[in-house]
């Protein structure tokens, strides 16, 4: 199933969290942040502007970027876990 968001939100698949700690400690899944970091999967056409244009998005399909921690709707399709996010809510694209 394929999913397409509207207007200025993005679809994104969110990256592992870090299993370990840099001294070796392995984390229980109750110890885990929750992640912060993701691949873009689909965008929207862009907001819908007064004038009746559409925005550009800054953010493109394989994008890598970082967002805020409890920011956007989870969502399960076919088993993958995924967040819709609108694109203010994202903080950084990764180069």
Known sequence: MA????????????LEAAEKTQGGIVLPDSAKEKPT????????EGKLLDSGKRAELLVKK?????YGKY???????DGKDYLI??????LAKIE
Request: hydrophobic share 40%; net charge negative.
């Open 85 to 90: 996010l609108k694109e203010n809510d994202i």
């Open 62 to 66: 394989g994008d890598e970027v970082l």
């Open 71 to 77: 920011a956007g709707t989870e969502i399960t399709v």
């Open 3 to 14: 999913i397409r968001p509207l207007d200025d939100r993005v679809v994104v698949e969110p």
């Open 37 to 44: 970091k993701g691949k873009i999967i689909s965008v929207g």
